[in-house]
């Protein structure tokens, strides 16, 4: 049987600068997507997925992400005293349980693979999750939990992917295929954001990964790659043969939102605007009506 996954590292040290000046005062991860911070997208999908141990790789000026898990003990006495327990059970789903939130610091922006090496001692010898934020997927089952029922049944080292225009490979670390079994495909070759032209794939590497620790091994060696970073995507690539445990894209069901861009964001606003069940008709109207004016003109 299987070692289970139960850690997951959340990177989180980037400065945000795209969103400037809205990230002057807020790390990006706790602006809002309807009604819920990025980051808390990415714990509902980690803890539907099965995890208890939340591991931050963060840097300075990220006191407000640290402060968003902690207990807000005066508004919760607030809200219990005025009889609010609507409002109280959505905060408390926000809780976390002592010990089960971990943080280590990235003093310098080194790249992604140096920021899951940053968290090497808490994950030690077991397998774990990789999970960015900036992702959001709408799926359901939730993505995580699509994978690590996968890695259930083939083990190795998983990343999640899905298809993008050609020309669009440049924004994206792509992945070659070797051996194609339908909802999940052998790697065999990682390439981060390459010319479209040198490329045969346009499967790309979305923000979830379930990683083996010799991944963290692989990182240990501090190679330096694009654009000067320590990343991630080669230290998987040398688990690719030689020896190494194997390497899988996944196709998951659902819908992925980069919102690392604003573009991307607002794309994302829309769609989980559109699904809320609140007022999901009435912005749907709206939207119809503005779409509708604009095309007048």
């Known amino acids: 049987m299987r070692q289970r996954v139960t850690k997951a590292i959340f990177p989180v040290a980037g400065m945000g600068t795209r969103f400037l000046p809205a990230t002057k005062s807020i790390p990006k991860e706790i602006m809002t997507l309807v009604d819920r911070p990025l980051v808390q997208y990415a714990i509902d999908e980690a803890r539907a997925a099965g995890i208890k141990e939340f591991i931050f790789v963060t840097s300075r000026g990220k006191g407000a992400l640290e402060d968003y898990f902690d207990h807000a003990h005066q508004l919760e006495y607030e809200l219990r005293t005025r009889g609010k327990f609507d409002l109280l059970k959505i ?135 694009a654009g000067g970073e320590i990343q991630l995507t080669d230290a998987i690539s040398q688990e690719i043969g030689a020896g190494g445990s194997k390497v899988y894209g996944f196709r998951f069901t659902g819908q992925s939102f980069d919102c690392g861009s604003k573009i991307g964001f607002l794309k994302a606003t829309v769609a989980f605007g559109l699904s809320d069940p609140h007022f999901g008709a009435d912005l749907r109207e709206y939207l119809q009506e503005t779409v509708a004016r604009h095309h007048d003109h």
Request: net charge negative.
């Open 91 to 225: 905060l408390e789903s926000t809780n976390m349980e002592s010990g089960a939130i971990a943080y280590v610091r990235q003093h310098k922006a080194l790249g992604l693979g140096h920021a899951i090496w940053c968290a090497r001692r808490l994950i030690a010898d077991e397998p774990f999750a990789v999970m960015l934020p900036d992702d959001v997927i709408a799926a359901d089952p939730p993505c995580l939990r699509q994978m690590i029922e996968a890695y259930e049944d083939i083990g190795g080292n998983i990343i999640a992917s899905m298809e993008v225009p050609r020309e669009r490979a440049s924004a994206y670390g792509i992945l070659e295929v070797s051996e194609d079994f339908g909802s999940y495909f052998s790697v065999d070759s990682m390439v981060e954001k390459p010319n479209p032209s040198e490329v045969q794939s346009n499967l790309a590497i979305i923000g979830r990964y379930i990683l083996t620790p010799s991944v963290l091994a692989n990182l240990d060696r501090m190679q330096t790659g």
